[in-house]
Nanobody, 123 residues
Framework: VLLVESGGGLVQAGGSLRLSCVVS????????IAWFRQAPGKEREFVAY???????YYTNSVKGRFTISRDNAKNTVYLQMNSLKPEDTAVYYC??????????????????WGQGTQVTVSS
């Protein structure tokens, strides 16, 4: 399975970005996907999760601002990020696994990762 992210960039506070994660090697209706992020000097942290069945979860700091979605026809998962804040600055990674994720906020629960895309929010 291969995951490739895109869509990062530099944006002012209050702006929006949409990250994409193209998945190959498996179809999304068999695959659980999450977004994580890692800021300099910090541990990788959970952002959002979407199970193969469509259940979604978000970390509290992004609820109401970020939305995880998927396009089965394009085998792509998106992270729509609105009302961005400087503290959202990080490298964002998509991660996936076909197995049930008992601890989907734990990076160790995912077997496949993308290369990451940088998001920088200026104040």
């Amino acid at each position: 399975v291969l995951l490739v992210e895109s869509g990062g960039g530099l944006v002012q506070a209050g702006g929006s970005l949409r990250l994409s994660c193209v998945v190959s090697g498996i179809t999304l209706d068999e695959y659980n996907i999450a977004w994580f992020r890692q800021a300099p000097g910090k541990e990788r942290e959970f952002v959002a999760y979407r199970s193969w069945s469509g259940t979604t979860y978000y970390t509290n700091s992004v609820k109401g601002r970020f939305t995880i979605s998927r396009d089965n026809a394009k085998n792509t998962v998106y992270l729509q990020m609105n009302s961005l804040k400087p503290e959202d600055t990080a490298v964002y990674y998509c991660a996936g696994d076909p197995n049930y994720n008992s601890d989907f906020m734990n990076p160790a629960d995912f077997g496949s990762w993308g290369q990451g895309t940088q998001v920088t929010v200026s104040s």
